[in-house]
């Protein structure tokens, strides 16, 4: 991973800024001028006997063309393989000459056209082995000493600038000289101006060892990250409930511990149910106001859990999205009494003759199809607040706010039985719709102090005492309190 760039990546500690190394000193073993052909390479000390997977790198920081170069490790054989570096492009690269090869040192000459980038091994038995990034000196162009201002902790992926001087040997400012920032894997390069300096912007999106070169000059760029707070997100839709083939906007909003947002902050948006909704773009980063935003479109029926997690799942954010081949968008009117018979007509789309309509569970009593955007629905008994689905291919129109059908107050339809002595102790059942746990009975204005609420439809009381006469039965739950009607009559005897 380069970097020098914004990216998905995990939590990383904190860098420290440390001292620029300055001018031109390296070789392998011992501190000498690149390309001196009196340079050799000390020896590691000697590693385990158990065998170990072939570990590489280079013994210095950078190496220069037709210099001598080092790699260090273990793993390598006795016999003599290849080392190839990088020449740019879609080049295959350029075997370097091998100077001497054994099991824990190779020294080579690195070839004329390297270029700072990956170096490849490979053993005289096939084994491939990565010996890292080769930090790749360019020719000389007048630069001796090249220098650059500390870079200040940032939040990862946020912008930071590196400022870069060169200078010649005497110390004066070097004009039009090229400068190249390299993390070994990626570049970015700028040209001095009249005062040496020049300037690079970058978005490290974790701590990292850069290396600046122009010409034979060179300097270390340490970049200390930190990853950002803790952060909440939020997820939202411009619709819960479209029909299908439709879309809608998602959009995750990011803030850190106190509430600010997080700008520049890759969100990735995800669906287990594919064939159902496709998201596209799946990444998206934050603006100003910690938003990201891409779109959701339904392929087929069905209801759809999005995900959107940023920093390797270090916060997630779920949200339901419905998709439907029908949908309700009014109902009028929106209530009516328990015993059903209301007149009701649905607006909405994509409405299909043979549409069947539900309050809740209970079928509609009948159903009229008007346009592919009305239908008009007799209510059936029901009770409390119920959403009214349009049914039609197998699919069922998305539940929502707008769809809710509340019935009234309870209904007494009728008793069993209606009469008894007025000394009470009749045991009665109750039939009708709307009942409720926690539902009062009345006879008259005597309340009961025994009855049982076994179902919606159904309650079961101890008759208290009355005087001789009919008396009406009212139910009373939180919905309201049921009207008086012929069916609800008690008549105490003498």
Known sequence: MVPLHAGRTGRSATGVIVAVVLGLTVGCGTHSAVGASSVSC???SKPSATASPIRASFATKVVARGGLACIVGNGFGAKAGNITFWTGGSDPGMVAVIRSWSDTLIEMTVPSRAVTGPVQGRTSNADSFYAGPAYVLDAPNGVARLTASPVKAILAAEPVSVR???????GRAVHGARVILTDGLDSLSCTTDASGRCELTIQPIQ???LIAISGTAWTEVMVPVTQPPDQTMTLITSSAALLAGERAFLTATVTDVAGHPVPNQEV??????QHAAVISPSRSFTDSAGAATTTITSASPDDVVVEADTNDNATIAVLDVSWSTSLVSSISPASGP???????????RGFLPGAQVYFGNQQAMSVTFVASTRLRAVSPAGEGAVDVRVEEAGSDSSPQPVDVFTYGPPVVMGLSPAAGPSAGGTRVTISGVGFAIGAQ???????CTQLRVASSTSIQVIVPSGTPG?????????AGTSTRSASDRFTYSS
């Open 164 to 170: 870069l001087f060169a200078r010649d040997s005497g």
């Open 42 to 44: 000390a020896p590691p």
């Open 441 to 447: 009975v009345f006879f008259g204005s005597v309340a």
């Open 470 to 478: 009919t008396v009406d039965v009212v139910v009373t739950t939180p």
């Open 268 to 273: 990735h948006f995800s669906t287990q149910s």
């Open 207 to 209: 701590s990292a060892t």
């Open 338 to 348: 328990l015993r059903g018979g209301t007149n009701v007509t649905i607006a909405g």
